[in-house]
Structures are given as structure tokens and as C-alpha cells.
Antibody, heavy 120, light 112 residues
Framework: EVHLVESGGGLVKPGGSLRLSCAAS????????MNWVRQAPGKGLEWVGQ??????????DYAAPVKGRFLISRDDSKDTLYLQMNSLKIEDTAVYYC???????????WGQGILVTVSS | DIVLTQTPLSSPVTLGQPASISCRSS???????????LSWLHQRPGQPPRLLIY???NRFSGVPDRFTGSGAGTDFTLKISRVEAEDVGVYYC?????????FGQGTKLEIK
């Protein structure tokens, strides 16, 4: 069974930094493209970015609102995905989901999500 | 960016009755590999989204056959043949044909 468990969320001041982690299990992590998707309180879903698997270059792609501030990385030896968030803004407040494209769709397995609150 | 427009945004339905949600894309969602990466997600209150339908019409593991996806090009539909209480929540269409991946605004399904 696939499990994606996010950690590292919390309260941070505007301009601050935070790193989220996502521990994966139940599938071969190194073979999968991974994503981060966020959801602001009471709002819809917003794709944050994606990182390809190593065989595809391990390159990352980002949504415009976070490009240049967020960095997605992965450690295949630890089956873990990361989201480094810098220069955080109030509008980055959201639940952040780790999402895997295990086989059927690029967004077929979702973690439970972790809340990030940016506030002074 | 590809814009996905869902209608309706709210759908009150009687238990046992059908429901239908439309998703219209600003561009064709056909990909060069021949697939169309249009999916449907369901999110219950307080829960993460879960995949229902992928590549227009394929039910994900464990999804009841009362859920049906259809469409092509820029117009897609999710139909629920007979709504059950557990179907309440918000439904999103999403495309992964082109980066950035995008989502519809969501359709809230509630029981009358």
C-alpha cells in the first residue's frame, strides 16, 4: 500500500524559510515523478511543482507564483521528497500535499497534507 | 496556462439521483503520446483529494462503477449514476498534459 507522509510544516514569519519533507513507501520511489500541490484555506487546489526521476534528468518544474523561491529535491536513497520554501509570503499559507504519479496518472497518490502558516 | 472551467460550481442532489459535472479546457488536452491526461479528483471535507478517474474515462482502483468519465479534446464530463451519501464533497478536474498542471475551480456536491 502506498503511503506518503508529509512533515515539517508550521508557523513562519513573512520572509522566512521552511523545509517540508515527504516520506514515501509502498512503491519504487526512484521510478516516480513527484509533485507538490497546495490548497489555501477554503480554496481550490494549486500545483506547486514537480521533480522528475533521475533517469529523466531529475529536473524540477515550478508554478509561476513560487518560481525562484521554492526548490524541490529528492533523495532516492531515503525515499524522500523535499520542498524548500524561501522568502515566504502570507499568500503561501496552505495545506501542502505530496503527490506521486505511481502509474496511472501523474497525480494518482496523495499524502494527508501538512499545514504551512505564514503570519507575523 | 491551460484553464479548466467547471460547471456547475454547486450541485444539490437527491440521494439515488444522477449527477453530472462538466469540465471545459481552454486548449485541447491531447498529448503527443496519444493520451489525454484529464483526471477527476474527489475531496471529502477534511480529507486529501483522491483520484477517481484518469485519462478521461478510466476508473482508479476501488472506485465504484457508478462513476463514469467521458469526453475528448476540450470538453469532459463526470457522471454519477446514483448519488450516495459518501459522494458528498468537492470534485475537481485536473490536467497533466501541459505544465503547469492545472485544476478546475471545484464543484461542491451536496445532498438535498
Amino acid at each position: 500500500e502506498v503511503h506518503l507522509v508529509e512533515s515539517g510544516g508550521g508557523l513562519v514569519k513573512p520572509g522566512g524559510s521552511l523545509r517540508l519533507s515527504c516520506a514515501a513507501s509502498g512503491f519504487t520511489f526512484r521510478n516516480v515523478w513527484m509533485n507538490w500541490v497546495r490548497q489555501a484555506p477554503g480554496k481550490g487546489l494549486e500545483w506547486v511543482g514537480q521533480i522528475k526521476r533521475k533517469v529523466d534528468g531529475e529536473t524540477a518544474d515550478y508554478a509561476a507564483p513560487v518560481k525562484g523561491r521554492f526548490l524541490i529535491s529528492r533523495d532516492d536513497s531515503k525515499d524522500t521528497l523535499y520542498l524548500q520554501m524561501n522568502s515566504l509570503k502570507i499568500e503561501d499559507t496552505a495545506v501542502y500535499y505530496c503527490v506521486a504519479g505511481v502509474g496511472f496518472s501523474p497525480l494518482d497518490q496523495w499524502g494527508q497534507g501538512i499545514l504551512v502558516t505564514v503570519s507575523s | 496556462d491551460i484553464v479548466l472551467t467547471q460547471t456547475p460550481l454547486s450541485s444539490p442532489v437527491t440521494l439515488g439521483q444522477p449527477a453530472s459535472i462538466s469540465c471545459r479546457s481552454s486548449q485541447s488536452l491531447g498529448y503527443s503520446d496519444g493520451n489525454t491526461y484529464l483526471s477527476w479528483l474527489h475531496q471529502r471535507p477534511g480529507q486529501p483529494p483522491r483520484l477517481l478517474i484518469y485519462k478521461i474515462s478510466n476508473r482508479f482502483s476501488g472506485v465504484p462503477d457508478r462513476f463514469t468519465g467521458s469526453g475528448a479534446g476540450t470538453d469532459f464530463t463526470l457522471k454519477i449514476s446514483r448519488v450516495e451519501a459518501e459522494d458528498v464533497g468537492v470534485y475537481y478536474c485536473t490536467q497533466a498534459t501541459q505544465s503547469p498542471y492545472t485544476f478546475g475551480q471545484g464543484t461542491k456536491l451536496e445532498i438535498k
